[in-house]
């Protein structure tokens, strides 16, 4: 028998202990282990395996590097392949430390050599704002995992959050539906799992209309619960789309002067569609997107061009659907929505790009009881003094900021905005693939190159700026204005990327250039 993992995060402890205990009680020869680090501070990690009669075992393993989290990654996989080579096991339930972040061990997992099924992030609903709100030190809540751990509550609450194609939600008397609407907006793609009271029988779509199977997971099988036929419609506009794709027609009515033409209509399949090529070719569910005829120009096809002319990228072919997991235990058929989607299937390496930067699956324009998300997609650079200056409003406008820009002053950087809890992260996420030489973009993988086709630009390539603000509350005219008001103006953006180099390099010290 082969083992089957799932990975169990999230801040929201009560949450996350109460999907725990439906897996154990919905999958029969499921274990849970579990790596306590609040012993961390007296120099061990208590490490404990249950099972729905008690524990199995317990034991200690020591801080490694004076670090709880490297001592975890360092206790897991042998645990784990002890769990495997006993063979009594059908899944193994990962239940993460509060302040653990998934992608991380969801990444240890699958490199030692197993197979991770499903990562859920356990949420109480009624406790998105606040914890999105809480810009303290996880130190000072007493949750840090290291004597190092700068992070705080509020940007790993949202990593946790968007980084899981799965969300275990609780059952939360006190949640509203301002609170569902903010959880449904921040990570579309979800596919939410209700927890607690009542049938768990039967999975629905978030609130904002998102596909029960997340991007890049392997779709659910056959056997699962499909979606009540009385789950509410996709609202216009819902869909998740590739950072970059065609702009809504509000995007159209703010672009300025300069930007980019839309291209053709790439709107996504409807739920439940299976996508086809140009000559009706069914496309796997996890190939990346391929760019609409004619294709990109090849780097070595590409002809001479002025130097401030971009080449466009050639679009990656399809990549062959990769084999579906083996089933752990093909006599058993998970009858509930959470043990469905924990054997579902997950991809690591769509999950990751699906956070990256470059090619982030970012929210979508959105507006429900109360709560709004703003798109925000210009192809002119911002001014890099202006930008610095208004750093502190942009941040505070919403409760969760997020996506990639480009100041005028660094034309060739990639940066990468990234806020919660009023604190702002801006960091370089490498160069735009515009900057690289037609020999480094065949080392690129294939997901960012497909995601630079789509969002190609003549001139500037894939540089562009694409930011998502979701608040409850959200002043969205505000915002837009100033926005708006930190880019180039026409006079400046006439004067070429020679003067632009020259501006104030405001960020270099937020940068440590």
């Known amino acids: 028998m082969s083992l089957a993992v799932a990975?169990?995060?999230?801040?929201h402890a009560d949450a996350r202990k109460a999907a725990v205990e439906r897996l154990l009680t919905d999958v029969p020869g499921s274990v849970v282990l579990h790596h306590d680090l609040a012993t961390a501070a007296a120099g061990t990690v208590v490490r404990m395996v249950r099972d729905r009669g008690g524990v199995l075992s317990a034991g200690e393993t020591p801080l490694v590097n004076d670090c709880a989290c490297?001592?975890?990654?360092?206790?897991?996989?042998?645990?784990?392949?002890?769990?495997?080579?006993?063979?009594?096991t059908r899944l193994a339930i990962v239940e993460l430390w509060d302040s653990v972040?998934?992608?991380?061990m969801a990444e240890v997992v699958i490199a030692g050599g197993l197979t991770v099924t499903s990562v859920i992030t356990a949420v109480d609903p009624a406790l998105v704002l606040p914890y999105l709100g809480n810009g303290d030190d996880l130190a000072e809540a007493g949750l840090a995992a290291a004597?190092?751990?700068?992070?705080?509550?509020?940007?790993?609450?949202?990593?946790?959050?968007e980084y899981a194609p799965v969300l275990a939600v609780a059952d939360s008397p006190e949640a509203d539906d301002e609170d569902r609407a903010l959880l449904a907006q921040l990570h579309p793609t979800a596919r939410q799992v209700p927890i607690g009271h009542g049938d768990l029988a039967g999975a629905r779509p978030t609130q904002t209309g998102a596909t029960p199977t997340p991007a890049g997971a392997t779709p659910v099988p056959a056997d699962a619960a499909p979606v009540p036929a009385d789950?509410?419609?996709?609202?216009?506009?819902?869909?998740?789309?590739?950072?970059?794709?065609?702009?809504?027609?509000a995007d159209h009515a703010q672009a300025p002067p300069d930007a980019a033409p839309a291209p053709p209509d790439h709107a996504?399949?409807?739920?439940?569609?299976?996508?086809?090529?140009?000559?009706?070719?069914?496309?796997?569910?996890?190939?990346?997107?391929?760019?609409?005829?004619?294709?990109?120009?090849?780097p070595s096809a590409a002809p001479a061009q002025e130097p401030a002319t971009a080449r466009a990228p050639s679009a990656p072919a399809a990549p062959e659907a990769p084999e579906p997991p083996e089933s752990p235990a093909p006599a058993l058929t998970p009858t509930t929505s959470l043990a469905q989607a924990a054997l579902a299937g997950f991809d690591v390496e769509?999950?990751?790009?699906?956070?990256?930067?470059?090619?982030?699956?970012?929210?979508?324009?959105?507006?429900?009881?109360?709560?709004?998300?703003?798109v925000w997609h210009r192809r002119r650079p911002f001014h890099p003094e202006r930008l610095y200056v208004a750093l502190e409003d942009l941040t505070c406008a919403a409760a969760r900021s997020r996506g990639r820009f480009w100041l005028a002053d660094k034309p060739d950087v990639l940066l990468h905005w990234d806020a919660a809890g009023g604190a702002l992260c801006v960091e370089s996420a490498g160069p735009w693939l515009a900057a690289l030489p037609d020999a480094a973009w065949e080392l690129m993988p294939p997901v960012r190159r497909a995601a630079a086709a789509l969002d190609w630009h003549p001139e500037h390539g894939d540089r562009c700026t694409h930011l998502v603000f979701?608040?409850?509350?959200?002043?969205?005219?505000?915002?837009?204005?100033?926005?708006?008001?930190?880019?180039l103006t026409d006079a400046e953006y006439a004067a070429g990327r020679d003067a632009w180099k020259k501006l104030p390099p405001a960020f270099d010290t937020l940068l440590e250039i």
């Open 7 to 11: 990975v169990v995060g999230g801040l």
């Open 470 to 487: 979701t608040s409850p509350g959200l002043d969205r005219d505000g915002l837009a204005h100033l926005l708006e008001s930190c880019l």
């Open 147 to 161: 004597a190092t751990d700068q992070r705080t509550v509020a940007d790993t609450f949202a990593r946790q959050l």
């Open 70 to 88: 490297c001592a975890l990654r360092e206790d897991l996989v042998p645990e784990l392949r002890r769990l495997a080579e006993d063979g009594t």
């Open 268 to 298: 996504p399949a409807p739920p439940g569609a299976t996508p086809t090529s140009a000559d009706g070719t069914p496309v796997p569910p996890d190939a990346a997107p391929v760019p609409p005829d004619p294709a990109p120009t090849p």
């Open 231 to 249: 789950a509410a419609p996709v609202p216009p506009g819902a869909a998740p789309t590739w950072p970059g794709a065609a702009p809504t027609p």
């Open 101 to 104: 972040e998934p992608k991380a």
């Open 350 to 374: 769509a999950a990751a790009a699906a956070q990256h930067p470059a090619c982030a699956l970012l929210p979508t324009e959105a507006d429900d009881h109360g709560v709004s998300t703003l």
